[in-house]
Structure formats: C-alpha cells, structure tokens
C-alpha cells in the first residue's frame, strides 16, 4: 500500500489464495473523499487480470487505485490499473486499464488521483441536498411482497428525512431466511455497500432490526455507518423530546438498545452507536465501560419510576376530580395535536414530521359546561420494536386510564387500512382495545375521487382538523360518549 506522498504504509504478504488487508480505520477521509492510498499487488500468474475482489476491495475501502502486476519469470510483465469513477448516468462504477510496460501509465499519479477525487467530490455534491447531514441508503431485506417493502421503504425514507438524512438508494432484496451473519446474503451485501459508496452515501438504514451479531459484521465489512429502524426512531424521539421525562426515557430506550452492542472497541462501535449525527447517546458517553452504562440505567430508571409515580398520582386527581380522559391516538402524523389545537383552541406543536408529538399534553376542553381533558399522544407505526415501547412509556400510563379514546386516521393516506390496523394492534397489546373509541377520518379536505372510494366503508366522522369541517359533529360525539359510558367508568373508580 502506497500512501499519496509516495511512501510505502503496508507490506502485506498473501499465499496464491489471496491477500488479507489489515484494517485502515486510521486512514479514514470522510464522505466523497478517497482514501489516500493505493494498493498494488502481484499476482504469479501474468494474465491474470483484477478479479471481482480486487474491483470489491477497492470500491468498499475507496482506494486511490489497485493495481495488479503479472509476473513472468520472476519479472514483471503485466500492468492492470483500476480506479473508481465519479457517479454518472451509465452507473459505471470503476475504469480498468491494462499496459505492458509502466512507461506506458500515462498518469502523474498524484496530479491524477487529485483530480479524480475532486471530480468525485463535485458530482456527489451536485445530488446532495443542502441541509442534509448524512447521505443514506436504505435496504429492505424480506420474504415480503414488493409492494409491502416499497411501502414500508417509503415509510423509512419519510423518517430518514425527519432526521436531515437524504436518502440516496432505495434498495429491496427479497430473501427466504435472515442469515444470522449479515441478515442478507454477504455478496449481495457487498454489492449494495459499493453502490451505496458509489453514490456518496454516508450510511446504510436496515429497514429490518439487525442483532448485535449482524451489525456489528456489516459494519466490519467497511465505512459506513450502519443503523437500523429502532436506532432511527430512537433518534427521531431524541431529537423530538422536550420535557424531561420524555428525554430521560429516549435515553434509558437509547442505553438499552446500545448496550447488547458494546462488543469490540474504538470506531467500529461509535460507528454503530452514534446515532444520526451525534444525536445518539452520544459517541463519548458510549466509549466509557458498560459498568457505567448500567450504572447510567439504573439511576435513569430511578429518576423515570420517580416521575411515574408523580403521573400515577396526576391522574388520580382527576379521577378524584371526575374529569374523564379522552386520548387522542392514532398512527403518526395523522393529525392528532392539529386536532387537540382545533378542538381546544390550544398551540401544541404541529409539524409535518413523523413523531413531531413525543410527550403527552392534556387540555381542558368544556362539553355544555362539563369539563373533558384531551391528552395528545406520541403516535404509533407500524413494527414497533419492543426498545421503542420503552420510550412510550408516558403515553402508554396515559391510555390505561383513558376513559375513551379519539381515534385519528390520515383519511388521505393510501396505506389507511393498515394504518388503523397498526394503532389497533397496539391497543390490543397494551390491553385496552376494550375501551371506547371514536373513529375520526382527518384530512378529508384532500380527498380526491380515488381516496374517497378507497375509504368509503370505514364507519367514521369525516373531519378537516385544518378547515374545521365536521368538529360540531365530533363534539356531539365527545358529549354521547360521555354520556353513554360515563356510568360504568364512574363506577368503575
Ligand atoms: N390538509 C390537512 N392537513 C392536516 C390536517 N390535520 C393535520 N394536517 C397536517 O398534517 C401534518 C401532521 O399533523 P400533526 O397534528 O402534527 O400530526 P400528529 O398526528 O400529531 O403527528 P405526530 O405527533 O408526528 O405523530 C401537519 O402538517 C398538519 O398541518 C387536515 O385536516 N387537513
Ligand atoms: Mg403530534
């Protein structure tokens, strides 16, 4: 290996299988960048040419160049260069050249590998888009239908974008079984790595939860950093917290998830654990031990029982109070705190951003001079991981003790079925698909033709939480729910 001064930086010896390139974590440059080094070797066999290897190598370490050299009678004979190429439209991602005599390399190497890694730099930055703070690919791996994965592929990008990642390469592989090892097959891997690489990508997002085993392998293989769905959304919620409770609870969630994949040490693991752009648990106060991990946890379950506790006895008060609950559930951005806002004239934050709600909020809405409290939840989608849960867990107390429930739908979405479907099922887990629900179809103002008789026979109240249309008739419902169960939940006290 050569570095860009001229120096020789490793002398590797192989046998006539291969060679085994040592690690070069320290000769990282960043994105769009090359490595600064190139790597040349001999083979004994003069007509022998890169093999796919020799082309894998340098497109996953980002050599300056691999050159291999025949040789004939002890001498050299062969020239083969490959060097990788900027993105373009053909998607040719390295040139070969071939010469006899090194006299013939027509290249000042230096001046050469300036200009291409220059090159390189520009075209990607070209298809970058300003604001982004990391590049991703995402892969999908299933033995799901391509419908399903395209689905669920959007889904992820809309949450890497909620993170400034843009999303570079969307890439679906259907497979029969997880391999244990790196969840799909090591050479189609491989081959998604480069592309990802090739077009300036900074990271990988698994659509799927890897295992400690398997990220920490994938993110042997090069680069890159690897995350997968649960770091993301863990990610999105830290960035989304803004009390105190829901901060303590994104990093206990953080810790948790971090900790079963503290093996090896140094890079490979802040690669893996630092989240998006820092805003994991953070790259330093993950390189300290695992014993001050736990002790970390444990002092945060500590503090977060606390705070339970405080909330426990919140709401024992208005029981005591007799102020009946109506949480206001539903897959994320359909529209929950637009309609906590219109419904009690209030400004709880609203974004068009997956989980822009983290932390519950109550608001006092009068019913014909009854008092009913709305509490806007952390909205749900679909997969949740059992590490997510964890830092649900205020909005999950909060639905226990409901006394009905307003159950919002992104009327407008195309995926509305599954959608509703995702909520009821988390219901069912936590043990509360018996409480009283109201369906409320949101977003009607963008109905089209085609989504009106696509949501046609859900029974619900069809409602605008932007334009207002159809909140008397949600109130009217509020009021009979009260009405018709407020017996059995007074009772019930
Ligand atoms: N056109 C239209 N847009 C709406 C309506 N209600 C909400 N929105 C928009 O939908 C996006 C999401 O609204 P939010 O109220 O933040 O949704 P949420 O369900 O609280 O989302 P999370 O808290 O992220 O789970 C925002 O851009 C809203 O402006 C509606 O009735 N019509
Ligand atoms: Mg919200």
């Known amino acids: 290996m050569i570095n860009r001064k001229g120096f020789v930086t490793h002398v590797i010896c192989g046998d006539r299988h291969g060679i085994f390139i040592p690690d070069l974590e320290e000769f990282r440059r960043g994105a769009f960048r090359l490595k600064g080094l190139r790597c040349l070797h001999t083979v004994l066999n003069k007509d022998r040419g890169l093999t796919n290897e020799d082309l894998t190598d340098l497109a996953l370490l980002r050599l300056d160049a691999m050159m291999v050299i025949g040789v004939k009678d002890g001498l050299p004979a062969t020239y083969h260069l490959a060097y990788l190429l900027p993105p373009d439209q053909q998607g040719h991602k390295w040139k070969i050249e071939q010469f006899h005599n090194l006299r013939d390399i027509p290249y000042s190497f230096d001046q050469f590998v300036k200009e291409l890694e220059q090159d390189i730099e520009r075209k990607c930055r070209l298809r970058a888009v ?27 990008e809309r949450l890497a974008e909620t993170c400034n990642v843009q999303v570079v390469d969307k890439v679906f592989q259907r497979i029969g079984r997880y391999n244990p090892a790196h969840l799909i097959g090591k050479g189609k891997l491989k081959e998604i790595l480069i592309s990802g690489l090739y077009l300036g990508a900074t990271m990988v997002i698994f659509d799927q939860n890897l295992t400690p085993v398997q990220a920490n392998n994938i993110s042997r293989m090069m680069d890159l950093k690897i995350i997968d769905r649960t770091q993301l959304i863990l990610d999105i919620f830290a960035r989304h917290a803004t009390t105190k409770g829901g901060k303590l609870q994104v ?45 970390r946890i444990s002092s945060l379950e500590k503090s977060l029982k606390e705070l339970s506790k405080r909330r426990a006895q919140r709401r024992k008060k208005r029981k005591k109070d007799r102020i009946p609950v109506f949480s206001i559930i539903g897959y994320t951005n359909a529209g929950k705190s637009t309609l906590l806002n219109r419904l009690t004239k209030s400004s709880v934050m609203v974004a068009d951003k997956l989980f822009a709600t983290l932390d519950p909020s109550t608001r006092l809405l009068y019913l014909n001079g009854k008092k ?8 749900f989608i679909t997969n949740m991981p059992a590490d997510i849960k964890l830092a649900f867990k205020a909005t999950l107390e909060e639905l226990e003790d409901s006394y009905a429930f307003i159950h919002v739908v992104d009327a407008s979405s195309p995926f509305i079925h599954e959608e509703i479907e995702a909520t009821e099922e988390i219901l069912e887990e936590i043990g509360v698909i018996d409480t009283h629900r109201i369906l409320v179809l949101n977003k009607c103002d ?46 019930a006290q």
Request: aromatic letters at 4%; proline letters at 2%.
């Open 130 to 156: 300003s604001g982004a703070e990391e590049r991703a690919i995402l892969v999908h791996a299933s033995p799901r239908s391509e419908e399903y994965a395209k689905r669920s592929l959007e889904e992820l």
């Open 251 to 295: 990093e206990l969630a953080q810790l948790r998830y971090a900790l079963p994949r503290l093996v090896g040490k140094g890079t490979a693991m802040s690669r893996l654990m630092g989240g998006i752009g820092g805003k994991g648990p953070g790259e330093t106060k993950l390189e300290v031990d695992r014993r001050r991990i736990k002790q």
């Open 372 to 379: 009913v409290l709305l509490s806007d939840t952390v909205g």
């Open 446 to 491: 963008l109905l089209d033709h085609d989504s009106k008789k696509r949501v046609r026979r859900i029974k619900g109240l069809y409602v605008s939480a932007k334009t207002g249309e159809g909140i008397n008739e949600l109130l009217t419902h509020i009021e009979k729910a009260l009405k018709a169960t407020s017996e059995n939940y007074l009772l």
